[in-house]
């Protein structure tokens, strides 16, 4: 699938394609170069090395994940590049160098921009100049894109620099019967690949050859992700340690004084929510920032849509208040929310108007998120609540209806159908008439999975964050109720007071009613329950992996 993309013309008039050989670093997306993503953007046909990687590219360009049709269905196409799995043949079985490399040239041939991505490194301990040389042989053009090396990356997320002013040289092994290991019996830092399996004797070779047995080791184990998991022993221990953490490739081992300094540097397996499976129980256009600021305190968050947003069934009375919007029938409109200006917005585009149409109305917003998607229209709320970001903090600030200063004394309220009749109320008493207006709706959404619905139920799940009281409804409604072990946040009082009447027990309530603080005060939970663990010389564990026993019998955030 071409699409308009610049390619090579040889001599004869064959189209060839032009391959680029792409690192995708240890694990971490976030570790992705800048050209990376942007050969990924533009690339035709996508081979990659991993079975991680096909999930990565749909999630780095925003594609959805393919459906399987069923018998006598047609597929429905998929957009994007074509997603090659370059690590297993048609037949099912694991590709060689050579085989991988004939797919590349392959889809080369035929024209096509080929993004052959590679874990780590393409040209550090990978097949990337093999795999280059078979692209000279065809007479195809390519170019190569480094990537950062699980070599340097995975030590530096286990808190641990491979050299230091104390400790400047260093050797990279890769592990096998034929290492000679008393060329390496000085105090130089050794960074093992391969290692897990042959660690005992490898261990062995290094005190044989004249290492201390006291000599620090670390061995990390999928590095870069959030299942990481780091042993630190020494040279005598290290192989009886390695097998009681169950350590499995792949891992990397570091040898040498610098390991002591994971004890002060580490970073990342420390960070509040790290490993943390948290549910974000929300509208499926809203759960994007909240998931990216869970993973940025370490968390591994899961969208399950609850709320489906939709028009209204009857639009005629949205249409109606547009008009009047447009004639000046309104002194005020008023946003409670992201999705009542995104309504709003969708139906001016509809009627072919744009921003101007608001000149001489007086805006208000609900918070500052809401304010944010008004300013992305071009537009500025002239009021914004100075306290509670809720539809009683904006009843504190709405000025009362004076006859002599505002010619006009009704107010237009674009709102979902289940929303509350307090803020209508309000302004009546302040003397405004209301129109109050269904600008879409809030339907349950599906049930998820099976396995989803089983791990909400059995505790599997770390935490869950609940931003309003429909999300408490519908999730207990698609997936029923979360296990006791399982962490509940709540965005506010009235969300606080949905998830006690149906049987649960909040532990953290946000400061105040904003996503990214109800996202602070988890984390916060997360550092006070893990300091009080470390305090008390207890393993750090999270909230899935204890008993329900060990259940807190009250809040400790509220």
Known sequence: MTRGKTTTTSTTGATRGWVSFVGSGPGDPGLLTVRAVDLLKQADVVVTEVPEHAGLVRRLLGLPTPVVAEEGEEQAPVAGPEIVDGGFGEDGQPLTHAARAKVVVKHAKKGARVVRLMAGDPFLYASGPEEA???VKAGLGFEVVPGVSSVSAVPAYAGIPLTTKDNREMAVVTCGDKVDWSQYADKRTLVLLSAVGMIGDIAK????????PRTPVAMTRVGTTTEQATVVSDLEHVAADARAARMAPPAITVIGDVVDLRETLSWFETKPLFGWRVLVPRTKEQAGSLSERLRGYGAVPEEVPTISVEPP?????????????VEGRYEWIAFTSVNAVKAVRE???EYGLDARAFSG????AVGDKTAQAIAAWGLRADLVPSGEQSAAGLLEDWPEYDELLDPINRVFLPRAD??????????????WECDDVTAYRTVRATPPPAPTRDAIKTGKFDAVVFTSSSTVRNLVGIAGKPHPSTIIAVIGPATAKTAEEHGLRVDVLSPKPDVDALTDALAD????????M????????????RKPSARRKASTSR
């Open 133 to 135: 040389q078979s692209c």
């Open 205 to 212: 070779a290094l005190v044989d050859a004249g290492r201390s």
């Open 313 to 325: 069934r009857n639009p005629l009375q949205m249409d109606k208040a547009v008009r009047g919007l």
């Open 347 to 349: 139906k001016f585009e």
């Open 361 to 364: 109305l007086k805006i208000a």
């Open 418 to 431: 289940i929303a509350t009749e307090n803020l209508v109320a309000g302004l009546i008493d302040l003397g």
């Open 525 to 532: 939970f997360g550092a006070a329950r893990r300091d009080a």
């Open 534 to 545: 470390v305090e008390a010389g207890q393993p750090v564990t999270k909230p899935s992996e």
